[in-house]
């Protein structure tokens, strides 16, 4: 097994855990992160989100299969997740691409289908309007402000 896929495996094994601080030591410092519903995260946001996946969400379930490094850089895997999200039960497939250098997470990418997800969480309002960019920008911006005030009240 290749330092890539080890690292892959430990952060997807500390997630199963709910183990944020091992999770977190698989990314570099200058780590980046990405999915439809947050956007774009540096390393301290990021660090955060993980944060509160692992503590606040108790029913938080994951799996992961299929990795497969594509060289000696990049690497991608399936995964899947299933949470209590505004008290309704969320599952979600998800494809991981990863860019790491090292040993270590430089790029982290969550591919998802955001329609999917925005039904799920948002009912007839996701039905609706969960296909636009518009939706996704507003989704977007509500979930990074709520991360952005939980850093700030957690300083």
């Known amino acids: 097994m290749s330092p890539n896929e080890k690292t892959i495996h430990q952060f997807f094994q500390a997630l199963e855990k709910r183990d944020y601080k091992t999770l977190l030591s698989c990314y570099s410092n200058n780590a980046v992160y990405n999915n439809p519903v947050m956007g774009l995260l540096d390393i301290d946001t990021t660090n955060t989100m993980w944060q509160i996946l692992c ?18 850089e990049y690497a991608t895997c399936l995964w899947e997740e299933e949470y209590l999200y505004n008290e309704k039960l969320i599952y979600i497939k998800k494809k991981a691409y ?54 700030n009240t957690n300083k």
């Open 98 to 151: 990863f860019r790491l250098e090292n040993g270590l997470i430089i790029e982290h990418t969550d591919g998802f289908n955001f329609y999917d997800w925005c039904k799920r969480t948002n009912g007839v309002v996701g039905w609706l309007f969960g296909w636009s960019n518009f939706m996704q920008k507003r989704i977007q911006k509500k979930e990074r402000n709520k991360l952005i005030a939980y850093i």
């Open 55 to 72: 503590t606040q969400f108790p029913g938080l379930k994951t799996t992961y299969s299929n990795i497969q490094e594509l060289d000696e």
